[in-house]
């Protein structure tokens, strides 16, 4: 069974940067792309990125675009987010996500993703 970890979480001011990191373990042949999601209170699951880790195509949401960077290095079975020019609401709980076994093709709904890590807090605040 395949299991993610976030970590990398963390208060920051406004403008500053975070890595976040996804972890992937157990059987994570044929699990292509990883998405990034995150949930501000009271708010829904938002999704922020994906990236196909065979073919490395990427893609953002607009409110992330130029500012948030997904990246992925097969060999440790990690996704990053790089957070750049990080915002007030930017603050979420941010979660990693893969999509079922052998999809390619990113999505943005929570639910075309199977599994999910238990997150990491990213708090933005001076």
């Known amino acids: 069974q395949l299991q993610l970890v976030e970590s990398g979480g963390g208060l920051v001011q406004p403008g500053g940067s975070l890595r976040l990191s996804c972890v992937a373990s157990g059987f994570t042949r044929d699990y292509y792309t990883i998405g990034w999601f995150r949930q501000a209170p009271g708010k829904e699951r938002e999704w922020v990125s994906c990236?196909?880790?065979?073919?490395?195509?990427?893609h953002y949401a607009d409110s992330v675009k130029g500012r948030f960077t997904i990246s992925t290095d097969n060999a440790k079975n990690t996704v990053y987010l790089q957070m750049n020019s990080l915002k007030a609401e930017d603050t979420a709980v941010y979660y990693c996500a893969t999509r079922p076994q052998g999809h390619r093709a990113c999505a943005t709904y929570p639910q075309d993703y199977d599994y999910w890590g238990q997150g990491t807090q990213v708090a933005v605040s001076s």
């Open positions: 990236i196909n880790r065979s073919s490395r195509f990427t």
